[in-house]
């Protein structure tokens, strides 16, 4: 079993910036593909970025140039550097890892931006 865990997430200001952490134990064989997903009241969940185990990074449009997705692979720990953020990334942010070829999710952080 594989245990995902979000941490970082609060209330910040327009303009301001959060970095959230999403930490993967348990019987991990290997990692392949992590990401961050959000969802907002009403909304379906999306994509935020990935990142695969080469490095490779996809972010959706209306992040680009603002947030930074990057990964620790000798701790299992995905990371997330969101800056100048909008009322409009408030949302609950979910880790997903593929371990062992099965995706796993965590329980998920809220991110509440203020105009």
């Known amino acids: 079993q594989v245990q995902v865990v979000e941490s970082g997430g609060g209330l910040v200001q327009a303009g301001g910036s959060l970095r959230l952490s999403c930490a993967a134990s348990?019987?991990?064989?290997?990692?392949?593909?992590m990401g961050w997903y959000r969802q907002a009241p009403g909304k379906q969940r999306e994509v935020v970025a990935i990142i695969t185990n080469y490095g490779s990074t996809n972010y959706v449009d209306s992040v680009k140039g603002r947030f930074t997705i990057s990964r620790d692979n000798a701790k299992n720990t995905l990371y997330l550097q969101m800056n100048s953020l909008k009322p409009e990334d408030t949302a609950v942010y979910y880790c997903n890892v593929v371990a062992n070829l099965y995706p796993y999710w965590g329980q998920g952080t809220q991110v509440t931006v203020s105009s």
């Open positions: 348990g019987r991990i064989l290997s990692i392949n593909r």
